[in-house]
């Protein structure tokens, strides 16, 4: 509790008083009040408004569009956001999903030849008290050259601090009666302690913002920017941040979206999953919508996810801006000898040159052994930091592409890949982890959301297998699950005691009971974040 009126912040846990003492100071204990009351009521619209717009597309039917309403802004071909700094002009390989509470994996990403590292507090990181807490200190440290043998942060790989979206909520914090929104709590706690000095070394503060799906959203933004910088004494401009377009909503409004943030972005990133997800999000009772495999089905060489690339790309270099691509999940085999090693790395490779040759001036690994084959892949078949000459004029993306779902239809592999990971996603949130290694890759919530997504359209749609002519069911997924799913898991989470095969049952149910409900939940992050059972599994 504070001395501060309106505000009640939670005890920390016992092992991390220390760190708490450290970060939540009176003085910034006030920003954050300040910021929070300031923003919180926009922060309730954008909800309501992303909630009045899915209605309006159940009711009515409609589909996006370019609007004209802002079509002055596309078609201004000579406006530009502000030169990005020299520290960015490189972003060819970033380390992903990288939850800063991790401070093993945090401290070899600092060490490594990476040219960025997205210190992720939203898809890779399962946000408990404890783990903010770490993350934000391991940040504190890092900043301030605290961990040993780590280079100091003008020389480091550069910090992109993601923090949580706008559909999470912080429940150790309230203010004037109210549990605050994640993204302002883990944003306030990052550029209060951190902005200055970042800014100082020419090393940020730099963000990455997730799961925007209009250019209002991108305005709310720019917004606390523009505050944050009159609080803080710092330069208008210095904060930047690089847009995730993970919405197929937001896909239409890309340039508005750098319009509003032209004093304060770097660009804009795409992601295969999350993006897929979407879809299923916005479209997902519309059977035109139907998201086929993704196991078999869906990648970026398909053309629904191709136009969105290269149409992100044009808009970026357009407007000066840095077109960055999603991560790579595979991870190598420790043998590089093998043919095993050889096979994930020349499949990465071919998907990572498609990006290149589109124009993408970088993207991001999970396993940090791919940093340099890749980094040697850019140096290859580009000539510089980066390729915003790269105008992609041929490019004319229309509409119908962009809503266009790939053909195809649904495996039994593909089902059982879906529930599989839904499933292990939960579990590791219920064990206070965001991320797993499964199969020779990282899943995350991303990766999470488009599994438990197509679970819930293919019941939802009652699709038949290309296997058996079976017909997707809750009954179907239920068998799955009990005829060998179930021990799979059993055997891969090694859950001997009783308390391991408890945590699994509840994963199982809590997963069934997404897939099957009659409204789509929006975020399987969300869903999670108010159930009961999760807050109890993480109580200190």
């Not at 596309?74 to 502000?82: P, S, T, Y």
């Not at 396993?367 to 580009?382: A, R, V």
């Not at 930091?385 to 993306?397: A, M």
């Amino acid at each position: 509790m504070t001395m501060i009126p309106g505000v009640e912040l939670e005890d920390p846990p016992r092992d991390l008083k220390f760190e708490h003492q450290t970060l939540f100071t009176t003085d910034c204990i006030q920003f954050l009040a300040e910021l929070i009351t300031t923003f919180d009521c926009k922060v309730e619209k954008v909800l309501l408004q992303r909630a009045a717009t899915k209605i309006h597309l159940d009711v009515s039917g409609d589909l996006p569009e370019f609007s004209s309403l802002t079509s002055h802004i596309r078609d201004d071909k000579e406006w530009k956001i502000l030169p990005v700094p020299e520290r960015l002009q490189n972003r060819h390989v970033d380390v992903g999903d990288l939850a800063p509470c991790d401070t093993e994996r945090f401290l070899k990403a600092l060490k490594s030849d990476a040219q960025g590292i997205q210190v992720d507090f939203d898809d890779g990181n399962c946000p408990t008290y404890s783990n903010q807490i770490k993350g934000l200190f391991n940040v504190y440290k890092a900043v301030r050259h605290h961990f040993k043998d780590a280079p100091h942060i003008s020389e480091a790989p550069v910090l992109m601090l993601r923090p949580r979206a706008w559909n999470m909520i912080e429940h150790n914090m309230m203010v004037q009666g109210k549990e605050v929104p994640g993204a302002l709590f883990d944003y306030g706690l990052l550029v209060y302690h951190n902005g200055k000095l970042l800014f100082e070394n020419k090393s940020g503060p730099f963000f990455y913002l997730s799961k925007i799906e209009s250019h209002h959203e991108a305005r709310l933004w720019n917004d606390i920017f523009a505050w944050t910088e009159e609080k803080l004494g710092l330069r208008r401009g210095s904060i930047k941040a690089t847009v995730l377009i993970e919405n197929v909503l937001a896909t239409f409004e890309m340039d508005e979206i750098l319009y509003e943030l032209r004093e304060h972005t770097l660009g804009l990133n795409c992601g295969i999953w999350d993006y897929s997800a979407s879809f299923v999000n916005k479209f997902g009772n519309h059977s035109a919508f139907l998201l086929p495999d993704r196991s078999k089905y869906v990648n970026m060489e398909k053309p629904f996810l191709r136009s969105y690339m290269e149409l992100l790309v044009q808009t970026c270099h357009r407007r000066g801006a840095l077109a960055t691509g999603g991560m790579t999940a595979a991870i190598l085999p420790s043998d590089k000898g093998s043919s095993q090693y050889h096979s994930i790395l020349e499949k990465v490779t071919r998907l990572k040159l498609l990006e290149i040759k589109a124009g993408i001036d970088g993207f991001l690994v999970y396993d940090l052994e791919l940093i340099k084959p890749l980094q040697e892949l850019f140096l290859q078949h580009t000539n510089g930091k980066n390729q915003l000459d790269v105008l992609r004029e041929d490019v004319s993306v229309t509409r119908t592409e962009l809503l266009t779902m790939p053909s195809g239809g649904v495996t039994l592999h593909g089902l059982k890949y879906n529930i599989e990971v839904g499933i292990l996603f939960v579990a590791s949130w219920l064990t206070g982890k965001g991320h797993f290694i499964y199969q020779g890759q990282v899943e995350d919530s991303a990766t999470a959301e488009i599994s438990r997504s197509q679970v819930w359209q293919w019941v939802r749609h009652q699709v038949t297998l290309e296997d058996d002519s079976r017909m997707v069911t809750r009954g179907l997924i239920r068998d799955l699950v009990e005829e060998g799913i179930r021990v799979k898991l059993v055997d891969f989470l090694q859950s001997n005691t009783t308390k391991d095969k408890e945590r699994l049952n509840t994963a199982i149910s809590i997963f069934l009971e997404v897939v099957q409900k009659r409204d789509f939940p929006e975020f399987i992050t969300t869903y999670l974040n108010l159930e009961h059972t999760f807050l109890a599994s993480t109580a200190e």
